[in-house]
């Protein structure tokens, strides 16, 4: 092979990435980082699966840009590992916006990242208050302990409820859960009788629910984190006899999630909580998203509150895309969504302003048993919860 | 004085469901000298199994209890056949958990693969809801049925291991396997009848225990350790040592979650380390077979 034929092969190859790189100037890609794999894998199923039903629905295009998302697998709760995959999908990927995140560590660990590279974070489930509060670049579409647990307690005071038990799991939100409900039900004039913080690891629950009775409590305040441990939980709250005793159960909506009902079975029945999304939820916009999410995927089991952070997630970027018009600036961007409301599957919603957290409607459910499959039906509805949690005690 | 009688029986059923799903691997490690650390995993898959019989088939709950650990132990045999067979005795203790430990991780991601990664849950009859009430405290059915076959366990496994012929080769194989082929006993059936009662007591603690350990894909991963710490406490291969061990650790378990909740996992792995280094073989050190 000649010289100046290899140079000529070169200069082809050259120009060929040059043109590649030209024709996609116009995608913006956004990095989803979240688990595919691994015990919590079907979050990362369901934040895709919401994602693809809003790009069905309102095309892939936003003011003459595509959008495209870029998954990245974490497959459980890796600060260090959840900062390396940023900074691929920024330097190597050349993202224009971060997403994702099911644990709040993971949320925490890009804060430097983002802000570094001047890029927008979509937060579609990290539910700590505090994370907001660390970089001027993050947005949250999901919901906070705080949010949940306010409303819940005042509920439970006015229910003429004087005497409540706490039972969380030890750990970041399972203690903000904890502190918001004791604050909040102690100003209404309740008295939490018993705050029992269980391991995470805890596989039998008789021994906390032998702690609850002796208490003396007429009703409970648990928070676990969805999956094995509410299984065993509620379980445990109703073959210890007491749910037949007449103790009250309630708790924020991950304790119910849809995927877990069936597994719950009639143990569930009868438990009260507040929580920002029900698939049950009585709208058009909820029943077109369902409709649409059968059509993609054939069921809609699955389909929870971790969907439509998802699916809001996606909403809120695409109004970043059109506001910086293709541009990637982080802070343009962010500014642009501020005080942005809109009408998603769980109702109103409107980001706030200062915490750049979603304000909305907290709906108080009960799950019960509708034709045959368990349902966590809306009974009243709490408009306009801020994040309570948002510098809370600053 | 009600505290103490819960933290009994709560501790004493705690404590039989870890012996039921431990007594296996104990059998297989006492016995066969294999750590099987892909015992966790034929439990779960036999959990899988009756999960499937009772809510795919709508089968009663006791023929998908038989049938789990007939399929589990059909399954696995001929895993015994083309591996276990090579790892046989305690010389290379490395290539055994490094074949057991990719076995798990093959069948964790094959389960996730066949029934995904939510939870199952084997429905339970209504003779088994319900509760009944010991002294002044009631406890769920269900429990009272684990610590009855619990300690049909312990009876049985005793019964099966000194006292029939069965028993006497297996021993006499395990101490002498030369020795005990020059006698005219044929080892290798006896390893695999073995394999097959360890895996049909995992795959009968793995349905029995669905209760308190949720069945998930993880399963075999995440509890694990929980068994080989009971094994370790137990003594490999001794059936009552390991029964002992079990309501130690499931007592004092249980102890710290009535008393001291906020301390987690404490007083388990404390009770672990003062256990072993009392006794570093295990309780009834010797007598192992």
Known sequence: MSGTFRKALLGTAFLCALNAGSAWADTIKVGVIAPFSGPFATVGQTFKQAIEVYQAQHGKTVAGNTVEFVYKDLDQANPAQSKALAQELVVKEKVGYLAGFFFTPDALAVAPLIDEANIPCVIFNAATSAITEKSPRYVRTSFTLWQNTVPLAEHVAKQGIRKVATAVSDYGPGIDGETAFKQTFEKSGGKVVDSIRMPLKSTDFAPFMQRIKDSGAE???????????????????????????????????????????????????????????????????????????RELFGASDIVTFTSVGAYDGAHVIYRMVEATGGKSDGAKAVEAVKGMAWESPRGPVRIDPESRHVTQTIYLRVTERKDGRLQNTEVAGFPDQPDYGFKAGK | METLFGIVVDGVTYGMILFIISVGLSVTLGLMRVVNLAHGA????????????????????????????????????????????????????????????????????????????????????????????IGPKSIPVHRAFVIAMGAATVLGLWWLLERTDFGIK??????????????????????????????????????????????????????????????AVGGAGNILGLAAAALALGIV?????????????????????????????????????
């Open chain 1, 219 to 293: 009703a409970i305040y648990a928070f676990l984190p969805a999956g094995p441990t509410t299984l065993g939980f509620a379980r445990a709250f109703s073959d210890t006899g007491l749910k037949a005793a007449g103790i009250k159960f309630f708790g924020p909506g991950d304790i119910t999630q849809e995927p877990d009902l069936p597994v719950l079975g009639d143990a569930a029945v009868g438990i009260t909580t507040t929580f920002n999304y029900s698939q049950a939820h009585d709208s058009d916009l909820n029943r077109r998203f369902l409709a649409k999410h």
């Open chain 2, 42 to 133: 034929f439990a779960m898959v036999a959990g899988y199994v009756a999960s499937y019989a009772a809510q795919g088939l709508g089968l009663p709950y006791a023929v998908g209890l038989v049938a789990a650990i007939l399929f589990t132990v059909l399954a696995t045999l001929p895993l015994e056949k083309l591996l276990y067979r090579r790892i046989y005795g305690s010389a290379n203790e490395l290539a055994q958990v490094l074949l057991t430990i990719g076995l798990t991780f093959v069948i964790v991601a094959g389960i996730n693969y066949l029934f995904g990664p939510t939870l199952k849950r084997i429905p339970l009859p209504d003779a088994l809801l319900g509760t009944v009430a």
């Open chain 2, 170 to 231: 297996l021993r006499a194989a395990v101490d002498d396997p030369n020795m005990a082929a020059a006698l005219g006993i044929r080892t290798e059936r006896l390893y695999t009848a073995t394999f097959a009662l360890g895996t049909g007591l995992a795959a009968l603690g793995g349905v029995l225990g669905a209760e308190l350990l949720p069945l998930e894909p993880y399963y075999a991963i995440r509890y694990i350790v929980l068994f080989l710490a009971v094994v």
């Open chain 2, 253 to 289: 378990d249980t102890a710290g979650k009535y008393l001291i909740p906020s301390f987690g996992e404490f007083f388990f792995y404390a009770a672990l380390i003062l256990i072993l280094f009392r006794w570093p073989h295990g309780f009834f050190q010797g007598r192992a077979a």
